[in-house]
């Protein structure tokens, strides 16, 4: 018994170091697959989160991008524009925690989201909700900044098309809303309308090529 018993009181310290060790690693794995600026996951982590609810139930599929971002990174300096971002993804991320959806930051002033929503008459006045929640004025600096986004959506039956197909659809929705001069827009059909040039729509950043043969 009494071997028994070192023995436990050996391993003891030696469970419990591998029990913070455990939590050490899980807390690292879990910032890196977080945006830093936002606090947000990133693509990768939103994807695996978002192809799970869209294989489960009917979802909205919303791609956000946020307006005259690059006029107000010029006039009010980069610092503005980080502070616009995070506030955009702060209110974005509560949105989605409300609707119980995925959400994440896909890169600069761009973010993605997919929430369940089972009855296509919901989604328009949730949309107005979530626009008007994210144009609130940003503080920085002691000023107001104005913020404006357009969203584009892609809500059509289920079992759907792919996340990255829903992305494609609800892209084009957000350019269509963005055309128009900001708000929303919603797509029903889910094949993409615009030509694909390097993966993406036709007309957005990284499908334009220089006479160097680079990507613009």
Known sequence: MSHTLTA?????????GWTVHSLWFRRILDQARRDPLTGLPTRAAFEMHAARLLSRARCAVLLIDLDGFKALNDTFGHAAGDAAIRAAGERLGTWVHVQNG????LGGDEFAAVVRMPHTTDLPLELRTLHELLCQPVKFDGRLISLG??????????PGPSLPTALRVADEAMYGAKQAGGGSLIASNPTPVYLTVNGRRDGRSGT?????????
Do not use: K, M
Not at 8 to 15: G, N, W, Y
Not at 102 to 105: D, I, K, L, T
Not at 150 to 158: C, E, L, T
Not at 208 to 216: C, L, P, Q, Y
């Open 8 to 16: 436990i009181s050996a391993a003891a310290p030696l469970a419990a």
């Open 102 to 105: 995925a959400v994440g930051r």
């Open 149 to 158: 986004c357009s969203i584009g959506a892609y809500h059509g039956p289920f």
């Open 208 to 216: 334009d090529f220089d006479a160097e043969g680079g990507v613009t």
